[in-house]
């Protein structure tokens, strides 16, 4: 652990604003204070509390690096905050460049980008879509945690030289005062897919009640999607804890079928996620199974936090789910998940948002700041690359009446 009181230097008026608030960093979970680190956290974001952060260190020792950061202003707890560091494979941004800009870019950027492999210093949990990581008290206004936030980065860096970036991640629009000074301080937007979410409506007690909400058209498509898993002898399973250490190394190869096709990931997870993340919260995250003649040949997985749901990842045998859209299938097994346990928001994360905008999800923008602790590659490189930076462009759809 190493504390410091922020002192006055070339950050200029931010720093002098806020020399009273000093910044305890640690590298590990046991270094901290886990009451006032649970305290600080919403009761109901377990993904946050300490418990489930231990378990997240464990897992990913080696592969991740972690940083816990105390805020105090006048000996009283300001907020703390979370990052992970990871190794940052820059080839991954070429799937983001527009297509009437990539041809002329393609050349340079595909030299220069397959060079850097960047450790990159993130705000919040890489494995959860929207999780930022920081949490301040009541009183604390936007522009307040904003200024933490950077000094709190600055912190970091200085104390470890080896970090070379840094990105807050998963913020949603609109802006507001929290976003207000990010790019004096060097830092540069990006933008990033949208976060995929379904308002269940209180009307929606059964699976029919949902399904009787569509129109004619997406009705008959869910019916066909029902059908096809049907006849192909699909048959799903939540699994239990038991279940999940028994089929774990069938389960870590179904993800990372889906992991390998993935454009853009900063993290995969450790072999033993899913049976550990089973074992520490039994009744909040489920596992279900797709099975067809006794062979699994899909999964999917979610965390259950009362009047949220959060879908989490998911894994399949393609050559097999494809031809019977065994991925909507279990889109519309979520929907019935959620309507079973009480949940009023589902959330799906980024991928596949055409697919899901056909099962009722909604986007909801999001995008966050990248800087680089090196000032002429922060300018010469990043501001350019991250101006030309756009997700991929899909049609969203609207199946209800």
Not at 310 to 321: P, R
Request: charged share 20%.
């Amino acid at each position: 652990m190493q504390m410091a009181t922020i002192c006055v230097c070339p950050t200029g008026a931010e720093v002098q604003s806020f020399s009273n608030i000093q910044f305890s960093t640690y590298s590990t979970v046991s270094g901290i204070n886990e009451y006032q680190w649970n305290n600080m956290v919403p009761a109901g974001n377990l993904l946050m509390q300490t418990p489930n952060l231990r378990l997240l260190e464990s897992l990913h020792a080696g592969t991740l690096d972690f940083r816990y950061v105390v805020a105090k202003e006048n000996d009283t707890t300001l907020g703390v905050l979370y990052f992970q560091v990871v190794k940052f494979e820059a080839a991954q941004l070429l799937n983001y460049f527009p297509e009437d800009k990539y041809q002329w870019l393609k050349g340079i950027s595909t030299t220069i980008l397959k060079r850097i492999n960047a450790r990159l210093l993130v705000s919040g949990n890489v494995f959860m879509t929207g999780e930022n990581g920081y949490y301040f008290h009541n009183g604390v206004d936007e522009a307040k945690k904003a200024a933490v936030l950077r000094l709190a980065v600055r912190q970091i860096m200085r104390e470890d030289n080896s970090i070379n970036a840094v990105l807050i991640s998963d913020l949603y629009a609109p802006k507001t005062a929290f976003d207000d000074k990010f790019l004096m301080h060097g830092y540069h937007q990006i933008t990033v897919e949208s976060d995929m979410s379904l308002h269940i409506r209180p009307e929606w007690k059964t699976m029919d009640d949902y399904l009787n909400s569509f129109s004619s058209k997406y009705r008959v498509r869910a019916k066909k999607v029902f059908a096809l898993c049907q006849d192909a002898g699909v048959v799903v399973r939540e699994l239990s804890a038991t279940e999940i250490s028994i089929y774990q190394n069938t389960l870590y190869d179904l993800y990372n079928n889906v992991m390998a096709n993935a454009d853009f990931k900063l993290a995969t997870l450790s072999p033993d996620f899913f049976a550990q993340q089973k074992q520490l919260m039994p009744q909040n995250y489920r596992l279900f199974a797709y099975f067809k003649a006794d062979e699994m040949i899909g999964f999917i997985s979610a965390f259950n936090f009362g009047k949220r749901m959060e879908v989490h990842y998911t894994g399949m045998k393609h050559e097999v789910s494809r031809p019977i859209h065994l991925y909507q299938h279990m889109m519309y097994d979520m929907v019935k998940a959620g309507i079973d346990c009480g949940a009023e928001r589902l959330h799906f994360g980024r991928t596949a948002p055409e697919i899901k905008s056909t099962i009722g999800a909604s986007p909801s923008p999001m995008y966050g700041y990248l800087k680089h602790r090196n000032p002429v590659f922060n300018f010469m490189l990043v501001k350019p690359y991250t101006a030309n930076l756009r997700p991929k462009e899909y049609v969203f759809r609207n199946p209800f009446k």
